[in-house]
């Protein structure tokens, strides 16, 4: 029978490898003030971590930080990780939430390819992007996938010609840098009819186990329904979808920083 107690300390094992996962390493009597619990019981704690090898003492310092056993148990983890199937249940449920167009895309060789679509109530006879390259510039996946790339990495991918679509397509460097910057400060990008006339988006990060991006949540929709003074708001509920489906995947921003 699993008591309170065990409960507990399968609480407190769990918050000692987020703890070692955030500082590196650290020493018991660090995990001990952490857990507010006496340093015999840090102690045994991570003693019974040992055991399963999920974490090691240093041999010089003392400290205490992850082993080997949490690569094990990442490396069966991720094999079985597929971005559609944990970001599926996520859109389907956002889709219908706002009615609109949900897609998820990844950066692959310089365009935005789009990975899951779920359409929403208020959509008739969308074009299904699952498989399509879009270009990175001009629509919100793109904006958010670029913004966090490295500035060299950026460059490269602003080497090269960028269309105009619409009278509203940014394609000057210097302003889609900005635009860059200021997506990954606020946390999500918006495009107000760059790609196609009539239609804004917005797109919010999803995040690894590392918190490195691997993918971008966007939602599209007509003008006259997604306006542009509607979209801070919208990107609220995009970015918290978002932080779902990458806790999904393991992220835990106040573990990863």
Request: aromatic share 4%; charged share 25%; hydrophobic share 45%.
């Amino acid at each position: 029978m699993v008591t309170n107690g065990s409960v507990q300390s399968v609480d407190r094992a769990a918050r000692v490898l987020e703890i070692l996962a955030r500082e590196g390493a650290a020493g018991v009597g660090e995990v001990a003030r952490e857990l507010e619990v006496h340093g015999s019981t840090a102690s045994r704690l991570i003693a019974a971590l040992e055991d399963h090898d999920l974490v090691e003492r240093d041999g010089v310092s003392g400290k205490v930080r992850l082993g080997m056993g949490v690569l094990r148990l990442a490396a069966a983890t991720r094999s079985n990780l597929d971005l559609t199937a944990e970001a599926g249940p996520v859109c389907d449920a956002l889709a219908e939430q706002l009615g609109e167009t949900v897609n998820v895309a990844i950066l692959r060789e310089g365009a935005a390819v789009n990975v899951y679509q779920a359409q929403g109530t208020r959509t008739v006879a969308l074009h299904n992007w699952v498989g399509n390259r879009t270009v990175l510039h001009a629509t919100s996946s793109g904006k958010m996938l670029m913004a966090h790339l490295s500035a060299a990495d950026r460059d490269a991918v602003l080497e090269a010609p960028r269309e105009r679509f619409t009278a509203a397509t940014v394609i000057d460097a210097d302003a889609l840098h900005r635009q860059f910057d200021e997506a990954r400060e606020r946390g999500w990008a918006a495009v107000v009819e760059e790609f196609e006339e009539g239609l804004n988006a917005v797109a919010s990060p999803i995040r690894g186990p590392e918190g490195g991006v691997i993918a971008a949540l966007s939602v599209a929709g007509p003008a006259y329904r997604l306006a542009p003074e509607d979209l801070p708001e919208v990107a609220e509920v995009l970015v918290r979808a978002g932080e779902t489906i990458s806790q999904r995947f393991g992220y835990r921003a106040d573990v990863t920083g």
